[in-house]
């Protein structure tokens, strides 16, 4: 397959993920409504930057020992489910802010945004399945290194346009107006998902 092929059928099925509800957009979701566009656009790029961890372990083959081993997969579900837990109870015990504590959570430092984005993508427990699967159809053993390496950066550019798209929809004043006020309850909902979607990611089989 070259390299026009391989670049079309990752943005189609790329796009059709990233867009799909999960981890990601709760948390995306969740920061723009809470704490503004900046943040959002902030653990956008972690999101992206998240990518790279399976980028890496795909390009060296690990995806496929990775998905083929049930204490290597029991592992990744083990942090990537606490992880959601750890932020499901940090969101359910929002309280509602002040005017001073609104704008200290808005200037939250940008490290610790962007690293927000990249531990809830890194720690995606589905990640090693979707990734050696996509990968698998689109790599062979002739593939030049080169053109994984254009794969890889084409999927956290993708990564980080959709979730940039979400932030600048749910950052317009519309929506932010009328959201700001329930910053709280919204933190607590989109904590309360991360819960149960940490949960479900540790009760489930890995087969």
């Not at 391989?6 to 999960?22: C, E, Q």
């Not at 999101?47 to 290597?72: K, M």
Request: hydrophobic share 55%.
């Amino acid at each position: 397959m070259d390299l026009a092929q391989g670049l079309i059928i990752i943005t189609s099925v790329h796009l059709l993920a990233a867009a799909s509800p999960g981890p990601d957009f709760v948390l995306v979701s969740q920061q723009t409504l809470s704490n503004g566009k900046r943040a959002g656009l902030l653990c956008s790029i972690g999101i992206a930057l998240g990518l790279s961890v399976h980028i890496l372990y795909s390009a060296f083959g690990l995806a496929a020992v990775i998905a083929n081993s049930s204490s290597a997969l029991w592992l990744i579900k083990l942090l990537g489910g606490s992880y959601l837990i750890y932020l499901g109870i940090n969101g359910l015990r929002a309280k509602a802010r002040s005017g001073e504590a609104t704008t200290a959570v808005a200037n939250q430092t940008a490290l610790k945004t962007i690293g927000l984005g990249f531990l809830c993508n890194a720690l995606n427990p589905k990640a090693p399945i979707y990734f050696i699967s996509l990968f698998t159809i689109v790599l062979s053993q002739n593939t030049p290194a080169q053109h994984l390496l254009i794969y890889g950066i084409w999927m956290m550019v993708l990564q980080f346009a959709w979730f940039s798209f979400l932030t600048l929809l749910l950052s317009r004043p519309m929506v932010t107006d009328r959201f700001q006020a329930l910053g709280h309850w919204i933190d607590r909902v989109a904590g309360g998902a991360m819960l149960l979607l940490g949960i479900k990611v540790l009760v489930s089989r890995t087969s």
